[in-house]
């Protein structure tokens, strides 16, 4: 697990999972609590440490994305994390890594037309994927940094939402595309595409709703409601009878995903948390009972969509890492839905 977007999607997993209390859905968390042992998050904090650790001198990005802008700032949430979590205020390490990935973000990536981030480095391009790497940075860092300045970075957060469904959301089917804008576009309605979009959509209202700027952002949490909602209405419709999702989810020749079944399941059940509208959640329920079954004995979930090349299935014998981070994200989130307040034994 060496690509940027693996070890900043883990880095949630293992934070939403094993140490709710410092991720976003728990309440007061924004900002985090104090440590009360030395191992408590030690897993997400090492994370922090060893990219800022090894993050190149003079570069802005957090960490190599391999020509994404996006996928880097995904493990900035667990530096910001570990910058408030030190022992020494005097080491600022970490405040300028993640000042610096901020700046990347804001101040020099490629726009799109309408003022959405770009989410590749060589040209101004789209892809659904953006909504769950940079903007719940965005939204955490503004949370944390309070104020004014802070209250900018929430609305930036929710404005890079709404302008990538600007151009992504197929509103004919209630679906996300996945890439547009430039060359090398992708229309379909994947699967993890739309996964990616709904989550990260979550998590930035979670952010706000956490946030001392809850109260003066009552419509932008209304947005983000709704749009979570009308994706998750347009992928349910889809669900197969055995509980799963398809890789391109409206395309009823495409394969059975694991990987995308299990973070929409993940959403839907974050999504009933936060709002009480359980509409989808016997849906999601199907889906979680499909995935628990998908996984085998060594704790490996079989059936996933090969997340670098989107079309086909993992080959045999090769596992998927988000995929592996989204069975967490899903037994965290039900956990969540079936016992509010409780902490997992």
């Known amino acids: ?33 104090g440590l009360v042992g030395k191992n408590e998050a030690a897993d997400v904090l090492s994370i922090a440490e060893r990219v800022v650790a090894e993050k190149p001198s003079g570069s802005l990005p957090l960490i190599n994305g391999d020509g994404a802008v996006g996928d880097p700032a995904s493990i900035g949430v667990s530096v910001l994390l570990r910058n408030w979590t030190l022992p020494d205020h005097n080491d600022t390490c970490f405040a300028k890594a993640a000042s610096e990935q901020l700046e990347y973000l804001l ?6 037309p309408n003022g959405a981030i770009s989410h590749r480095e060589s040209q101004a391009q789209l892809w659904s994927d953006f909504i769950y790497m940079a903007p719940p940075f965005i939204a955490y ?10 209250h900018k970075l929430l609305q930036i957060a929710y404005d890079q939402v709404r302008l990538y469904r600007e151009v992504l959301f197929d509103a004919d089917v209630g679906l996300w595309r996945h890439i547009a804008l430039g060359d090398g576009t992708d229309p379909t309605h994947w699967g993890t595409g739309n996964a990616w ?25 209304d ?15 889809f669900q197969q009878a055995n509980g799963t999702l398809l890789n391109y ?14 973070l929409l399941a993940a959403s839907t059940f974050r999504f009933a948390s936060l709002t009480g509208n359980n509409t989808h959640t016997p849906a999601a329920i199907r889906a979680l009972e499909l995935i628990r079954c998908s996984v085998d004995d060594q704790g490996w979930l079989r059936g996933t969509v090969d997340p670098l090349k989107f079309s086909a299935p993992s080959p045999p014998g090769r596992h998927s890492p988000e995929g592996q981070s ?13 016992s509010p307040g409780s902490e997992r034994r």
Request: charged residues 15%; hydrophobic residues 45%; glycine residues 8%.
């Open 1 to 33: 697990m060496t690509r940027s977007w693996e070890i900043g999607t883990l880095a949630e997993a293992l934070t939403e999972y094993e140490w709710p209390r410092f991720g976003v859905f728990a309440p007061g968390s924004v900002p985090p609590p």
């Open 107 to 112: 101040h020099a990536a490629p726009r799109a």
């Open 141 to 150: 860092y503004g949370a944390l940094q309070g104020g004014t300045e802070g």
């Open 197 to 221: 979009a709904a989550a990260g959509a979550l998590r930035v209202l979670a952010t706000i709703q956490q946030s001392y700027a809850a109260d003066s952002m009552i419509s932008e949490q």
């Open 249 to 262: 989810i409206d395309q009823p020749d495409s394969f059975a995903d694991t990987s995308s079944t299990a």
């Open 326 to 338: 989204f069975v967490l994200l899903l037994e965290a989130a039900a956990f969540a839905w079936q």
């Open 223 to 237: 947005d983000l409601v709704q749009w979570v909602q009308e994706t998750l209405d347009g992928v349910w419709q």
